[in-house]
Structure formats: structure tokens, C-alpha cells
């Protein structure tokens, strides 16, 4: 299984801001959609946006709309999820996921390679 490195995780405070960054171990992002999602403590996995390889088309979580922005720099080999005006509810482990796709995919099912998470947490 190939393995996505996750950076950028740690402590911030309510309306602050974090930006995380996701890189493959081993290969390019070329072809592939990729997305990031989020577990907080007692809930399952959940979607907080995608990017198709060309950057051209995002999607985002209703509950993280306008405060985050995902990009990616295909030259550097490495998507990032800018997180703006975080709030405590955002504290979860991140984690980001690729899948060989020409589309955005908002499902974490379809995703084939996964990262081991980075923590973020927002204090009050």
C-alpha cells in the first residue's frame, strides 16, 4: 500500500489558522483526485474537501466552507489544506487520501491511499 505523508498538525487557538500539507511517499499526485478527511474523538470519518489532479475543481464539507481551502502544487508534488478561522469543533485527526481518478471523489470509501494522520486542535 502506498503511504501519504501528512504535515503541518498541532495546537492553535479558536480563530487561528494551520495550513496542512500531503506528499506521497514514493510517487507523484499526477492523475490523482485527492482528498482530506477528518475524525474527531467518538465520531466516524468525514469528508473536508477534494481536488482533481488539474486543481481545477474543489469541493468542500458545508461545515468547513469558507474557512478552508484546499490547493495543490503539482510542480512541488504536494496538496495542501489551508485552514482559516478554525473553531474547537475542528479538532480531529486529518488525514489526507489519493485516488487515480479524473474527478473530484467526496467518498472516503473510494479512496485508495491513505496518510497516517496529522492532529489538529483548536482551544477555546
Known amino acids: 500500500q502506498v503511504q501519504l505523508v501528512e504535515s503541518g498538525g498541532g495546537l492553535v487557538q479558536a480563530g487561528g489558522s494551520l495550513r496542512l500539507s500531503c506528499a506521497p511517499s514514493g510517487r507523484t499526485f499526477s492523475t490523482h483526485v485527492v482528498g482530506w478527511f477528518r475524525q474527531a474523538p467518538g465520531k466516524e470519518r468525514e469528508f473536508v474537501a477534494a481536488i482533481s489532479w488539474s486543481g481545477g475543481r474543489t469541493s468542500y464539507a458545508d461545515s468547513v466552507k469558507g474557512r478552508f481551502a484546499i490547493s495543490r502544487d503539482n510542480a512541488k508534488n504536494t496538496v495542501f489544506l489551508q485552514m482559516n478561522s478554525l473553531k474547537p469543533e475542528d479538532t480531529a485527526v486529518y488525514y489526507c487520501?489519493?485516488?487515480?481518478?479524473?474527478?473530484?471523489?467526496?467518498?472516503?470509501?473510494?479512496?485508495?491511499?491513505w496518510g497516517q494522520g496529522t492532529q489538529v486542535t483548536v482551544s477555546s
Open positions: 487520501a489519493a485516488k487515480e481518478s479524473w474527478r473530484v471523489v467526496v467518498t472516503s470509501t473510494a479512496y485508495d491511499y
